[in-house]
């Protein structure tokens, strides 16, 4: 081997020996083995810190990784079927005789539903002055369903003991839906039999506003309690077209509303009146009620 070389390696060899021994005296003679057997606290200790302080941080990731990804899934599933408003601030407004019969405010949802339908841009009937009613009823098949209205907050509470008192008594409705469900037509909600309360509209005929405009009135199973004007000839008109079987109240048919039937006392009951005992024309389907 070159003279040289064999110097350059004995001069490194006698540094790293050096190092070596200025290492052991600074740590006061001991080893790393030898100081963990002396100090066995400290070195588990230290151990024990590097070891969990890695699994702490993986297991608070993931605990808090899962809870914002519940908390993202719950509020998305939430927001499906309400506005950002409904789910911060639940309705505490909500009036309730059972959990199927209850009303409130009308919520964003709602308004949504109805606006610029039965709620066009023009009407002048203050959301506030309105309550969004759920309810259940029978049908004519006997079966129980679930039904919508919307009504005037003066005679919410009305509603709700009436159509309760009619369902407790199996009193049959083929349909409750908002008038909404068909395009805010009077006409086809009343073909379609369909029981309903706020429409903003006039009285048909005339340029004045009908009392369904202000939440006030109900129209019950209309196909078979038809709406009926006499004009000077003597003449009928029977609305909605094709219920002209049913104009003739002398004679028995099912779902007729006369002053035996139930909806009728509950209603009078409750301080409506029967658009039936009207003279000038005769509206068997309809109820209502004049607040102040």
Known sequence: MNKKYFKDFALLGAVIIICAVAARLLAGGETLEQ????NPDAAESSSYATSTSIEDVSATSATSASTETVSLTSATSASSNATVDDIAKPNSDRV?????????PISNEVFKRISGVSYPVDCTISLDD????SLLYVDFDGNTQSGEMICNKAIAQDILEIFSELY???YQIESIKLIDEFDGDDTAS????????FNYRVVEGTNRLSNHAKGLAIDLNPFYNPYITYNKDGSTNI???GSEAYADRSTSFPYKIDENDLAYKLFKEHGFTWGGNWNSVKDYQHFEKKIG
């Open 168 to 170: 407790n008594n199996g």
């Open 96 to 104: 309730s005789i059972s959990e199927y019969f209850y009303y409130e």
């Open 239 to 241: 609305s909605p077209e």
């Open 190 to 197: 009343m073909l379609a039999n369909n029981t309903s309360c």
């Open 130 to 133: 309105l309550r969004y009613v």
């Open 35 to 38: 100081y963990a057997s002396n």
